[in-house]
């Protein structure tokens, strides 16, 4: 209830199983489409909102562990496809082969660093269409300085909270509206 939802159970009788109903309420983002089917139809409203999900291909590349399998399973259960790596060279070989929606790569990694491996996603045929994420320790507008230099769209400073992922991984989401 207070999420602004509800929750049911029925049940036939002893033996007979039983039924959990859980609902919650979706966020709701205006779509292009809705907004046309307002503007031909005449109305300003639609009569239910719409509810959008758009799964992200994510790449995370963190030298840490517990980063990765904790933002992996948390990304994988809002519904997103995660890929992970933990090295500096072979993460930004793979970004570049499986070009991923957003790629959050943290900037201190073995091998190279996460600045060096934004420049070569960036360097690669269609680098400038990922959507590249520093995320650092370190904050501070020289170290966001160098973050963009290097070719990241968006710096976060470690630990990033949960809303700021959900909101950095549906960007490309907003931007194509």
């Known amino acids: 209830e ?4 509800r929750v049911t159970a029925r049940s036939d009788g ?4 039983s039924d959990f109903v859980v609902l919650l309420p979706l966020a709701t983002v205006p779509q292009p489409q809705a907004a046309l089917q307002r503007s031909l139809h005449g109305t300003s409203e639609l009569s239910s909102p719409v509810a959008v999900f ?3 291909r994510i790449f995370i ?3 840490s562990e517990d980063v990765l399998f ?3 399973a948390f990304l994988e259960h809002l519904g997103h496809e995660v890929l992970i790596e933990a090295d500096g060279i072979s993460g930004a070989a793979r970004i570049i082969e499986l070009r991923p929606d957003v790629a959050l790569i943290d900037v201190g990694l073995p091998g190279i660093d996460g600045y060096e491996v934004a420049r070569r996603v960036r360097a690669a045929p269609g680098g400038d269409a990922l959507h590249l994420v520093a995320v ?3 904050g501070g507008e ?4 160098r973050a963009l230099a290097a070719g990241f769209d968006l710096h976060l400073i470690k630990p990033v909270e949960v ?3 959900k909101r950095v991984v549906s960007i490309r989401v907003r931007q194509c509206e």
């Open 2 to 5: 207070l999420h602004g939802g």
């Open 14 to 17: 002893d033996g007979q199983g």
């Open 54 to 56: 758009t799964k992200q």
């Open 61 to 63: 590349l963190d030298d």
């Open 70 to 72: 904790t933002l992996k």
């Open 136 to 138: 650092s320790g370190y």
């Open 142 to 145: 020289e170290v966001k300085a």
């Open 163 to 165: 809303e700021e992922i």
